[in-house]
C-alpha cells in the first residue's frame, strides 16, 4: 500500500508541473507499474483474509479434537462411568422439565371456573370442569369435590391426602439426579486417586524420581477430575431448576386447595 501512495504521489507531481515535458513512454511506464503494485497488493490482502479464516477454523476443530482427546486421554474405565452418569441424568432431568410444564395450569382460572360451574350446575359440574382440565391442582379439586356431598372434613382430608399424591408424582426420579451428581465426582477423584498410585508405583519401579514418570498418572488424575466437576455441574442447574419447579408447583396447589375449601363452605351455607 506504501508503493502505491508514493508511486500516485510522483504521478501527481509529473502532472502538476507542467511546465517540464515528459516522455509518453515514461508516463505510461509509470502508470503500468502502479497498477502492477495494486494488483498485488489485492492478492496479498486476499491471501491474508483467506489464511485468517483458515486458521480460524482450525482453532475451533481442534478444539473439538483436543476435548475428544482429552476424554480419551483419561481411560475409558472411570471417563465411560462418569459419561454414563451425565447421560442417565440429562435423561432423567428433561423428562422431569417436561413432565413439570405440562403440569402447570392457571389454578385461578380453574378455581373461578370450578366456582362458576358449582353455582350453575352444581358439584357435579364442577367435576366436569375437573375433568377437562388437565394438572395436579385439577384433581385435588376432583377428589375434594368427590366427597364434597359426605362432609366438609371428609373433602379436606380427601384434598390434603391426594395432595401428597400429587406431589409425589411431582419429585418422581428427582433423587436418582442428586446421586448422579454426587456420583461425578467422586468418580474422578477416585481416578486421581488411582492415578497418583500408578504414578508412585513407576517411582518405585524405577528407584528415580522423573518427571517423565509421573506425568502420564497425574494427567490422567486430573482429566478424571475435570470431567467429573464438569458433569456435576451441568447437572446440578438441571437439578435445582426441577427443585424450584416444583415448589412453585406446589405452592399453587396449597393456595388452590385453601380456595376450594371455601368455595365448598360457601355451597354449604
Keep these: 500500500m506504501k508503493k502505491i501512495v508514493f508511486l500516485i504521489g510522483m504521478f501527481s507531481m509529473l502532472l502538476i508541473h507542467s511546465n517540464y515535458s515528459f516522455p509518453q513512454e515514461e508516463v505510461d511506464s509509470l502508470v503500468q507499474e502502479i497498477d502492477s503494485i495494486a494488483q498485488s497488493e489485492v492478492l496479498e490482502s486476499s491471501d ?19 476435548l475428544k482427546k482429552r476424554f480419551i486421554e483419561g481411560g475409558p ?20 422439565i417436561i413432565y413439570l ?25 364442577a367435576k366436569q370442569v375437573c375433568r377437562n382440565t ?8 376432583y377428589q375434594g369435590l368427590d366427597r364434597a356431598d359426605e362432609s366438609l372434613e371428609s373433602a379436606e382430608k380427601a ?32 481416578g486421581t486417586v488411582i492415578g497418583m498410585i500408578q504414578a508412585f508405583d513407576k517411582i518405585e519401579a524405577a528407584g528415580d524420581m522423573q518427571p517423565s514418570l509421573v506425568a502420564g498418572g497425574i494427567k490422567v488424575a486430573l482429566l478424571t477430575t475435570v470431567f467429573g466437576l464438569i458433569v456435576a455441574i451441568i447437572l446440578q442447574i438441571f437439578y435445582n431448576y426441577i427443585i424450584a419447579k416444583i415448589d412453585n408447583i406446589v405452592n399453587d396447589m396449597e393456595d388452590a386447595s ?9 355451597n354449604k351455607k
Design 48 to 66: 491474508d483474509i483467506v489464511e485468517e479464516q483458515f486458521v480460524v477454523e482450525e482453532e475451533e476443530l481442534n478444539f473439538h479434537q483436543e
Design 77 to 96: 474405565g472411570f471417563m465411560g462411568i462418569v459419561l454414563l452418569c451425565l447421560i442417565l441424568g440429562l435423561a432423567i432431568a428433561i423428562e422431569r
Design 101 to 125: 410444564n405440562l403440569s402447570t395450569s392457571d389454578s385461578k382460572k380453574l378455581t373461578a371456573e370450578v366456582e362458576s360451574a358449582m353455582k350453575n350446575g352444581g358439584v357435579n359440574a
Design 134 to 141: 388437565p394438572g395436579p391442582v385439577a384433581s385435588i379439586f
Design 159 to 190: 384434598i390434603i391426602s391426594y395432595g401428597g399424591v400429587q406431589m409425589g408424582l411431582l419429585e418422581k426420579n428427582v433423587s436418582w439426579i442428586s446421586l448422579f451428581i454426587a456420583l461425578a465426582p467422586m468418580l474422578g477423584f477416585m
Design 258 to 266: 385453601i380456595s376450594l375449601m371455601d368455595i365448598l363452605v360457601s
